[in-house]
C-alpha cells in the first residue's frame, strides 16, 4: 500500500512538472501551435531563412504550422525560396519588409513554383484552368456583368462583386500599388488563373493550399469543391449524385491518398475522384496538370464542340505579348478529341470492362449531342427576333434573353455534365427536364412578339 501510494504520489508530481514545464523542441503536428517552441530542424538553412521562419511562427504561428506540416519543411524549402524576389523583379516589394534585408514579394508565382516542379507547371499552363482570370476580363459582357450590372458602376464599390466573388475562383489579374503591394481589388486570391506582375499565370495554391501544398488535399474532391458547384457547374454536388462519389462518402476516410506521385491507383482507392479521371496516370497516359487533356467536348460553352485547339494559349498570349485574351476555349488533347477520350477510357478500365465504358460514353455523347439540338432550336428563334428588333436592349430584363442564359448557362451545363459525369438527377431533373421547359417558354415568347410585333412588358 506504502509502495502503491508513492508511486501514485510520485505520477501526479510528474504530470504537475510537465504543465509548468511543456516539453520543448522538435517539428511534431501536436507543437504546431506552439509558437514558443524552437525549430531544431534546419536543414542547413541560412541565417536569414531562420530569421523569417522564427519571426513567423510569433507573427502568424498558422503559416508556420502549415509550413512544419509540408514536404517543403522536410526538404529544407523555406520561406525565402518562394518569397525572395530579385531586385529587378517587378513585384519586389519597394518599401521593405520588417525584419529582414532580403529582397521579398507577398507574391509567389507559377515562375517560382516552375524552379523545381517545372513539368507540372508547363502542364498546367496547356490546360483551360490557366486562362480563368483573363478570359473573364477580355470578355466584354463579363466585366459590364461584375461591373456594370452586379456592381451598378459604383464609384468607389464597383469592384466588389468581383473581388468578393468571380476572382476567389477564376484568379486576379493582379495590379500594384506605388509600393509593388498587391491592391485590395485584386488580392488576396486563391483563384487558379491569376495572373501575376511578372509575366506568369496560374495559381498552384488553389488545390495545395498555402503553406502546407498537401498532395494528400488535393487528390480528395473537396479540393475541387470549392469552385465546381453550385447552379452554372454543379460538379461536387454531380460526383455525390454518382456511384463514384457514393463509395467515396461511405469509405473514401480510408483511403490511402498520400501515396508518391505516379504511384497513386487501385488499391489505393475504391472509387475515382476527380483528381484520378483528370490527372492521374494510366495505361495512356501519364500524371498531368492539364486538367483539359483528356476532355472530349467543351461542356461549358452554349454550343457544345469537340476540343481541336490542341493546347491552351492564354498563358503565352500574356507572358509573352502582354495581351489579356479569351484563351483557347477548345484546349484539349494536342492529339484530337478521340485521343482525349481514350486516355480518359484508361482510367476506366481498372474497374469496368470495356462494353460497360465504351456504352456510358457512347449514351453520354448523345446526351450532349441532344443539348445541342435545344441550343439551335433556341439560337434561330433569337436571330429571327433580333433582325425584327424584338430583342430587348438590356439582356436581363429581356425574358427571352434572360432564360436563354439560363438554359445554357445553368441547366444545359447540368444536363451535359450530369450526363457525362453519371449523375443521373443532374442529367435528368436538373437538367434536360428544366431544358424542355425552357424551349417551350422560348417558344411561346418568340410567337408572341411575332405575333404583335413588339416586345412584352
Not at 425552357?438 to 405575333?451: E, G, S
Request: glycine letters at 8%.
Amino acid at each position: 500500500m506504502r509502495a502503491s501510494l508513492a508511486g501514485f504520489l510520485a505520477f501526479v508530481f510528474c504530470l504537475g512538472w510537465l504543465s509548468a514545464h511543456p516539453p520543448r523542441g522538435g517539428t511534431s503536428i501536436d507543437n504546431a501551435m506552439d509558437t514558443q517552441l524552437p525549430l531544431k530542424t534546419f536543414r542547413g538553412m541560412k541565417a536569414e531563412a531562420k530569421g523569417c521562419i522564427e519571426c513567423h511562427a510569433k507573427k502568424n504561428p498558422g503559416i508556420v504550422a502549415d509550413w512544419k506540416m509540408s514536404r517543403h519543411a522536410h526538404a529544407g524549402v523555406s520561406c525565402i525560396d518562394c518569397h525572395a524576389v530579385s531586385k529587378d523583379s517587378p513585384m519586389l516589394t519597394r518599401d521593405g519588409h520588417e525584419g529582414s534585408k532580403v529582397p521579398i514579394s507577398v507574391l509567389v508565382s507559377t515562375n517560382t513554383c516552375a524552379k523545381c516542379h517545372e513539368k507540372e507547371v508547363t502542364e498546367f499552363r496547356h490546360s483551360g484552368h490557366v486562362r480563368g482570370a483573363v478570359q473573364v476580363w477580355a470578355k466584354a459582357n463579363m466585366r459590364d456583368l461584375m461591373v456594370m450590372v452586379e456592381g451598378r458602376n459604383h464609384p468607389d464599390l464597383k469592384y466588389a462583386p468581383a473581388a468578393t466573388g468571380c476572382q476567389q475562383c477564376h484568379g486576379s489579374i493582379i495590379k500594384l500599388d506605388k509600393n509593388r503591394r498587391p491592391t485590395p481589388e485584386t488580392w488576396p486570391t486563391y483563384g487558379i488563373g491569376t495572373a501575376f506582375p511578372d509575366g506568369s499565370v496560374g495559381n498552384c495554391a488553389s488545390c495545395h493550399s498555402a503553406h502546407k501544398f498537401s498532395l494528400e488535399e488535393a487528390r480528395k474532391p473537396a479540393a475541387c469543391a470549392s469552385c465546381h458547384l453550385g447552379p452554372d457547374h454543379p460538379d461536387i454536388e454531380i460526383y455525390n449524385n454518382s456511384m463514384h462519389g457514393h463509395v467515396f462518402n461511405a469509405e473514401g476516410a480510408k483511403w490511402n491518398f498520400d501515396a508518391a506521385p505516379g504511384t497513386w491507383k487501385v488499391p489505393d482507392f475504391r472509387a475515382p475522384t476527380c483528381a484520378t479521371c483528370h490527372m492521374s496516370g494510366n495505361t495512356k497516359s501519364m500524371v498531368t496538370h492539364n486538367v483539359s487533356r483528356r476532355l472530349k467536348w467543351n461542356l461549358f460553352m452554349p454550343l457544345s464542340k469537340l476540343r481541336t485547339g490542341g493546347y491552351e494559349t492564354a498563358s503565352d498570349d500574356f507572358k509573352y505579348e502582354n495581351k489579356i485574351t479569351i484563351g483557347n476555349p477548345l484546349a484539349g488533347n494536342p492529339k484530337g478529341p478521340e485521343a482525349a477520350r481514350a486516355e480518359m477510357k484508361a482510367g476506366c478500365i481498372d474497374c469496368h470492362n470495356k462494353q460497360h465504358i465504351d456504352n456510358f460514353f457512347v449514351m453520354a455523347d448523345k446526351n450532349i449531342m441532344l443539348y445541342n439540338e435545344y441550343w439551335k432550336e433556341a439560337v434561330k428563334m433569337k436571330d429571327e427576333l433580333a433582325k425584327k428588333h424584338l430583342l430587348g436592349k438590356d439582356m436581363w430584363s429581356d425574358d427571352f434573353q434572360n432564360t436563354m442564359y439560363h438554359m445554357w448557362h445553368h441547366e444545359g451545363r447540368r444536363m451535359r455534365q450530369g450526363g457525362i459525369m453519371a449523375a443521373p438527377d443532374y442529367s435528368h431533373w436538373h437538367g434536360v427536364f428544366e431544358v424542355q421547359q425552357d424551349i417551350r417558354k422560348l417558344r411561346k415568347i418568340y410567337a408572341k412578339r411575332l405575333k404583335t410585333n413588339k416586345i412584352e412588358d
